[in-house]
């Protein structure tokens, strides 16, 4: 059964930084490629950062030098480091499992990030 818990959403001033964590089932988590993703109010869910299960990383254009992905595998959590955000980053933040599988039908309930300017 595929479970995946978002936390560590909030509001935070244009230049400030959350740390996004994801808890997901073990039995899909440890040999998936895993990564974030967003959806602002009105437009298209996106991929903002993946990791494989060895620690390969890649960003959307959006986010690269800005935002960290990284992975515990004893615990089964995904994070996100965000900083220097920008009011665009406003989304609901959802993790799930990435290319080259592509995401699970089932999703979170995700995590809001709010960044004021």
């Known amino acids: 059964q595929v479970q995946l818990v978002e936390s560590g959403g909030g509001l935070v001033q244009a230049g400030g930084s959350l740390r996004l964590s994801c808890a997901a089932s073990?039995?899909?988590?440890?040999?998936?490629?895993m990564g974030w993703y967003r959806q602002a109010p009105g437009k298209q869910r996106e991929l903002v950062a993946g990791?494989?299960?060895?620690?390969?990383?890649n960003y959307a254009d959006s986010v690269k030098g800005r935002f960290a992905i990284s992975r515990d595998n004893a615990k089964n959590t995904v994070y996100l480091q965000m900083n220097s955000l920008k009011p665009e980053d406003t989304a609901v933040y959802y993790c799930?499992?990435?290319?080259?599988?592509?995401?699970?039908?089932?999703w979170g309930q995700g995590t809001q990030v709010t960044v004021s300017s």
């Open positions: 799930n499992r990435v290319a080259p599988y592509g995401p699970y039908d089932y």
């Open positions: 073990g039995s899909i988590f440890s040999s998936n490629a």
């Open positions: 990791i494989t299960s060895g620690g390969i990383t």
